[in-house]
């Protein structure tokens, strides 16, 4: 049995080849017997997914994806343009945005995750302090973080992510503005609010394929090469209730030593951490990709 193609992002500057980021595994792909097709990910994201998909063979029927993050309106813009060249993302749109973007996932995992709450926002809008004060009622007083529906800007913590008290609406009001001035046009969705958990340890991400977890290995930012094995079987339920055929839960152990889930993601749009074997990834998309 053939397995199921993965559309890759092409080389910007060489548009016949795979982008340099994911090379690798598009190669174990070819390896393993798999084919890959490319995309034009720039050209996508610039509202143009005809031409992302013009080199796209037609009739390639079921395809994965695998590249960069694609916001969520686009990654509907190409899976109307793939269904024009008789093929078809395996993640159709509103799976992929309900693991994409905090909102989507939020309520299925809520009993594993930080307690979170969200006000949709335009790139560029701070919300106003009443606004923000209204959603941060939501939570437990205390300390929080800020991100956008998909990203934080952890690397600007103090000024951007962390909030010391989310009853303090000024100190509040001040980070939010960081953050979606940070984010500028690329400010994913809205604003979502976290209550801070204290987590020890490193980060690790579970890859799930069809709810089982098939491969784990460090957060792709963390140093360590080696992670500690977490505790999942509390987190079958939600990945199973939440319907998407590969997604990754980062997951961390809580001070008090239960394994929380730090978000969820789309898997094809997940980074791979550089100490884990390509193939070992590529094996996932194209061992089960026919289901
Ligand atoms: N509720 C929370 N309590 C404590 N720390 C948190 C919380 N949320 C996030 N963090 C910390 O901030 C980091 C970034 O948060 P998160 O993973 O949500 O954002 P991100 O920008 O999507 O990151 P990534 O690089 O994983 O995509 C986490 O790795 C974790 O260390
Ligand atoms: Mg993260």
Not at 187 to 206: D, K, T
Not at 247 to 254: C, I, K, L, Q, S
Not at 275 to 291: K, S
């Amino acid at each position: 049995m053939s397995s199921t193609p993965v559309l890759f992002c092409a080389d910007p500057l060489n548009p016949r080849t795979v982008d340099g980021h994911f090379a690798p595994e598009a190669r174990q792909v070819r390896a393993l017997g798999g084919s890959v097709a490319l995309i034009d990910h720039d050209a996508l994201l610039a509202g143009d997914a005809a031409l992302a998909v013009a080199r796209v063979p037609r009739g390639l029927g079921q395809l994965w994806y695998r590249g960069w993050m694609i916001p969520a309106d686009d990654y509907a813009a190409l899976h109307l343009a793939l269904r024009a060249r008789d093929a078809d993302l395996v993640v159709p749109p509103e799976r992929y945005r309900s693991a994409h973007h905090l909102p989507g996932w939020y309520e299925t995992f809520a009993a594993v995750t930080p307690a979170s709450a969200w006000l949709p926002t335009a790139p560029g809008v701070v919300p106003d302090a009443a606004e923000l004060a209204r959603v941060a009622k939501a939570l437990p007083a205390g300390p929080g973080i800020v991100k956008d529906y998909v990203k934080s800007r952890k690397h600007e913590w103090d000024e951007a992510c962390f909030v010391p008290d989310l009853t303090d609406v000024a100190g509040l009001r001040r980070v939010v503005a960081r953050l979606v001035e940070s984010q500028g046009e690329f400010l994913a969705g809205g604003v979502v609010l976290r209550a801070f958990e204290r987590f020890v340890g490193e980060e690790a991400r579970v890859w799930w394929l069809d709810g089982e977890p098939r491969l784990l290995t460090p957060h792709p930012d963390s140093d360590a090469h080696a992670v500690a094995t977490p505790e999942l079987d509390h987190l079958r339920g939600p990945v199973r209730d939440l319907g998407a055929r590969f997604v990754t839960t980062d997951v961390a152990r809580r001070d008090d030593g239960g394994w929380r889930v730090v978000e969820v993601g789309d898997a094809q749009v997940s980074d791979l951490h550089r100490a884990t074997a390509p193939e070992e990834f590529a094996a996932l998309l194209v061992g089960r990709g026919e289901a």
